[in-house]
């Protein structure tokens, strides 16, 4: 299958950055980011707070199916460009992982196409690198998870 | 799944990495291994058969010894240790791309 998503984190830096071109306008690829139920749907995680403006803020949290909270991240929005371009931090709650600074930019290829480039700062190389793996490390945490709920909506 | 994490906590180990990277150059028994190493034997075994458990190594038998090569292809795969980073943003985008084309429709 082809790879859509592309990531760049050259060895030793302490930046990556994340980019895909999605077969949607640029407005619709915006809409998925700043619309809370929409975001709860793709990122899989509840939306506490979701202020899409300068100096607004954000607060998301992932709890498991006996309701425990097993992921909380928060940050601010620095800068916001309607449909071109959002600038907020990311820090997971209970984590220890510094703040990470995030550089959203929303490019219109086509009419019907459109291009999300992200890039991502860690405070250090080593920092980058964990946050990279840390997909691997918990991929079977998560594939636990994800079966417990499929089976308690069979219940 | 559960591979690919003992794949990653067996690379993880720093005499693991090392042996690795011994091994790459040609096949050789343990007890040739060990002798490239301060530790003692036994540990230099459990980190073999580690190894060996993730696929990183195989055994060959040699008439009356057993040689470890490099697996390349699962080596291949752990390299890229990215993957399941982007495998992740992936299938978040594809999920993104599918409800908003929803949207669209409506």
Redesign the interface.
């Known amino acids: 299958m082809e790879k859509k998503t592309k990531i760049d984190a050259e060895n030793g830096k302490q930046d990556l950055t994340i980019t895909r071109v999605f077969d949607l306008p640029v407005e619709l690829l915006f809409k998925a980011y700043i619309e809370p139920e929409i975001v709860e749907q793709w990122m899989g995680t509840k939306v506490l707070k979701l202020e899409n403006k300068k100096h607004g803020s954000w607060q998301f949290e992932t709890k498991d199916p006996h309701g425990n909270v097993v992921f909380k991240a928060n940050g601010t929005i620095h800068e916001f460009i309607p449909g071109q371009k959002i600038t907020r931090t990311f820090e997971m709650d209970n984590a220890p992982f510094d703040v990470q600074l995030e550089f959203l930019e929303f490019e219109k290829l086509t009419d019907d196409t459109s291009r999300l480039n992200m890039h991502v700062v860690y405070r250090t190389p080593e920092l980058r690198d964990q946050m990279l793996k840390l997909p691997f490390e918990y991929g079977i945490n998560m594939a636990h998870n994800r079966l417990q709920e499929v089976l308690n909506k069979l219940k | 799944?559960?591979l690919?994490?003992d794949v990653?906590q067996a690379i993880a180990d720093p005499t693991r990495r090392a042996i690795l990277l011994l091994v790459a150059t040609q096949a050789m028994t343990a007890g040739v291994i060990a002798s490239n190493f301060d530790t003692a034997r036994p540990t230099v075994s459990k980190h073999l058969q580690i190894l060996t458990e993730c696929e990183l190594l195989k055994q060959e038998q040699n008439g009356r010894e057993i040689y470890y090569h490099i697996n390349a292809e699962r080596m291949k795969d752990v390299a890229d240790?990215?993957e399941?980073?982007?495998?992740?943003?992936?299938d978040?985008?594809?999920?993104?791309?599918d409800?908003?084309?929803n949207?669209?429709g409506k």
């Open positions: 799944m559960n690919r994490r990653f240790f990215i399941p980073f982007r495998a992740m943003w992936e978040r985008f594809n999920k993104l791309e409800i908003m084309k949207y669209k």
